[in-house]
C-alpha cells in the first residue's frame, strides 16, 4: 500500500482509531478527539520572546463496514482547514473562532487492489513533508492539500500503483476558505480565487529501494467574487522517496503555469519549486531537514513594477518530533529567504531580508 492509499484511511490520529469495526460498536469506539498547542518565535516580528497559542480542537470519526469506510475530521481554532465561522482575520485580526472540515469522506475497497473515496480528502500529487506546518511556505500550494470530490487509488501489491482524482472544490460547497498549505499566498491571493473543477493524477514505480513517482494537474482558479469567473493552470511533478542506509530521502520538481490573473488578482504565473527531504528514526524521535526553493520565471505577475525582479528564494528547516504516547511534540525552526533575494511573501510585498522563526508544538489524541 503506497502512501497516498494509506492516507486515505490513517488521517491524523485516527492511526490509532482505524481498525474494523462493525456498525454496532460504541460511540467511543468510533470517536477520537485530539488538540494541539503552538509556541512560535518570529525573530522580525516578535520583541515578546514569542507566544503560545491554542491552534485547535479537533474531533474524528472512523468507521469501517463490510468493505465501506467513513472518515471525518473536523477542527474547531485557527488550525482548522476550513471557516465556516464567518470570523476571519480580515475582518478583525482573528480567526481563533474559525471551525471547518478537514476531512469527511465515504469509500469502499474494491477487492485488494481497488479505493474509491467520495468527499473531501488528500489529493494525490507528488508528497507532503514530515510536519507540513509551518516548514511548507515555499511548496505552498503543492504539499498538503485536501480537495472535495471523487478519488480512485490502485496498488495491486507490485512494483507499479497509481491514483487519479477529480476535485470539484477545495471545500464543500462553494467556500473558498481553504486553510491548508493553499492559504500562503498561492492559490488563493488573499482569497480572491482557488482551485476548482481540477483533474489530478499520481502514477508510481517501485525499484531499488525507491518510489519513483510522476504527478500531473490540471483545472481552473475561479473567482471567489464572481465564479463564472476562471482561468486555466496546470502543474507537473516528478518526484521520488526512498530508504537509503536509515535515511528517509524524498525530492521533488514542480513546474507550474498559472494564468497571469483571475478576476484581477495576480497568480504566481509561472516558474518550478523544488524540494528535498531527509529524515532519520531514531526510537520515538525521528530527525528532519528541509530545503525548498521557488524559482518563479522571469515574467512572474507578483512582481509590483520593473524594478522589483522574481528571484530565486530558498527556505531551509531543521525539526524533530517526539512520540511521548498519547502525541507528539515537534520543534522545528525555520529559515526563511536563505538567499536574500527579492522574496514575494504571498501579499505582494516584496522583501529581501532572511527571517528566523522557532515553533515547538504538542499534541494530545485521545
Known amino acids: 500500500m503506497n502512501n497516498k492509499t494509506k492516507s486515505l484511511v490513517l488521517s491524523g490520529a485516527a492511526v490509532a482509531l482505524a481498525t474494523p469495526m462493525s456498525s454496532a460498536l460504541a460511540l467511543d469506539d468510533v470517536l477520537g478527539f485530539g488538540a494541539w498547542m503552538n509556541y512560535s518565535y518570529n525573530d522580525e516580528e516578535d520583541e515578546t520572546a514569542g507566544n503560545i497559542d491554542f491552534e485547535s480542537f479537533n474531533i474524528y470519526a472512523n468507521h469501517e463496514h463490510d468493505d465501506w469506510f467513513f472518515d471525518a475530521e473536523v477542527r474547531f481554532g485557527s488550525g ?50 514530515y510536519n507540513f506546518w509551518p516548514g511548507a511556505r515555499q511548496a505552498s500550494g503543492f504539499d498538503d492539500s485536501d480537495g472535495t ?36 499566498g498561492f492559490w488563493e491571493g488573499d482569497n480572491d480565487y482557488f482551485r476548482g473543477n481540477t483533474l489530478i493524477g499520481d502514477v508510481g514505480f517501485t525499484a531499488l529501494e525507491t518510489r519513483w513517482g510522476f504527478s500531473a494537474q490540471a483545472g481552473e482558479l475561479i473567482s471567489t467574487g464572481d465564479a463564472s469567473e476562471s482561468e486555466s493552470f496546470y502543474a507537473l511533478s516528478p518526484y521520488f522517496e526512498g530508504t537509503y542506509g536509515g535515511i528517509d530521502v524524498s525530492g521533488k520538481i514542480v513546474h507550474y503555469d498559472l494564468e497571469d490573473e483571475v478576476e484581477g488578482t495576480p497568480t504566481p504565473d509561472e516558474g518550478q519549486v523544488l524540494a528535498l527531504s531527509a529524515g532519520v528514526p531514531q526510537g520515538d524521535w525521528y530527525h528532519y531537514t528541509d530545503l525548498s526553493m521557488q524559482l518563479p520565471d522571469d515574467d512572474s505577475s507578483l512582481r509590483l513594477d520593473d524594478s522589483a525582479d522574481a528571484d530565486n528564494t530558498m527556505d531551509a528547516v531543521l525539526g524533530t518530533r517526539y512520540n511521548y504516547g498519547p502525541g507528539w511534540i515537534y520543534l522545528e525552526a525555520l529559515v526563511t529567504n536563505v538567499t536574500e533575494e527579492d522574496n514575494p511573501t504571498g501579499t505582494g510585498v516584496y522583501e529581501d531580508d532572511t527571517n528566523f522563526v522557532i515553533d515547538i508544538t504538542m499534541d494530545y489524541y485521545f
Open 80 to 129: 482548522s482547514f476550513q471557516n465556516f465561522s464567518g470570523q476571519t482575520v480580515a475582518d478583525d485580526g482573528d480567526d481563533s473562532l474559525a471551525w471547518g472540515i478537514k476531512e469527511l469522506a465515504i469509500g469502499r475497497h474494491y477487492g485488494d487492489d481497488w479505493t474509491m473515496t467520495v468527499g473531501k480528502t488528500s489529493i494525490p500529487f507528488a508528497w507532503s513533508r
Open 149 to 184: 470530490g471523487i478519488r480512485f487509488d490502485w496498488d495491486p501489491g507490485t512494483e507499479l500503483d497509481g491514483s487519479l482524482m477529480f476535485v470539484k472544490n477545495q471545500n464543500m460547497g462553494d467556500d473558498p476558505t481553504q486553510q491548508d498549505d493553499g492559504t500562503f
